[in-house]
């Protein structure tokens, strides 16, 4: 993602969401990111955006003085509403996910439709024993290494408190 690229990005989440919610996610959540990926179209402007912001898993356990373990979130993913079905998304999941192994990071979670993110190896029985604010059915986690935490509480980024 290029720096000019803000005005666009929101652009492509409006379209893809119906709403200004997740724009102004993006904008709130800007320092958190690890990774943030455009597609562009032919003509140079954005069909898709994703982004991996920053997490943190806390040990449940309340006698041992553990840390935090980084973890990563896939959030948001939007392709423009005129642009979807052509694989643009897909894409963009696939090389965020390479980069993000690629760069050594644990586990990823993400909050959506298993009948989309399943294929990328998101599975909602391995987020099963985390607990979160997002746990339930379309809660689901990658683990990038054997030596992914398979346990503890996720605290998101501040930036995701304003959700509604």
Known sequence: MRPGDAGAVRTVLVSAF????????????????????????????????????????????????????????LAPL?????????????????????????????????LGPATYYTRFGFDADAAASFRSRYAGPHF???RLTPAAPSNGIIRYPAAFDQLR
């Open 78 to 110: 939007a392709v423009a509403a005129d642009f979807g079905r052509r694989g643009v998304g897909a894409a963009l999941v696939r090389r965020g996910l390479a980069m993000l192994a690629e760069r050594n990071e644990q586990i990823v979670f993400v």
């Open 18 to 73: 119906g709403g200004a919610a997740e724009a102004d996610l993006v904008d709130r959540v800007q320092n958190d990111l690890v990774v943030a990926l455009v597609a562009e179209r032919s003509n140079g402007n954005l069909a898709g955006y994703v982004a991996f912001p920053r997490l943190s898993i806390e040990s449940p356990a309340v006698d041992q003085d553990l840390p935090n373990v980084p973890a990563v979130a």
């Open 140 to 142: 689901m986690a990658l």
